[in-house]
């Protein structure tokens, strides 16, 4: 019981570094492709921000999601039976 315990634990602590560090990655990346394409054309800033911050909000739409599975697993784990 312990052993599935702790390797849930891990594999947990797996899960949301590897979702944190892909996000942090994505949303540097999208930010300066952002930055780039004000840059070239600053009359279209209002409708680039706006398709940005969509895709954010689905972003974090999906890290909610994954807290809610990590709970499930941390709290109601069907592998300790």
Avoid: C, Y
């Avoid at 594999?11 to 840059?39: D, N, Y």
């Avoid at 279209?44 to 969509?54: A, L």
């Avoid at 990590?70 to 300790?80: E, S």
């Amino acid at each position: 019981m312990e052993a599935v315990l702790s390797s849930t634990i891990q594999a947990i602590g797996t899960m949301l570094g590897l979702a944190f560090l892909g996000i942090g990655i994505g949303i540097g990346i999208m930010a300066s492709r952002v930055a780039e394409a004000v840059g070239r054309n600053p009359e279209t800033k209002q409708d680039v921000v706006h398709s940005i911050m969509t895709i954010m909000i689905v972003t974090t739409v999906f890290l909610l999601f994954l807290f809610a599975f990590v709970f499930f697993l941390l709290f109601f784990n069907p592998l300790l039976g």
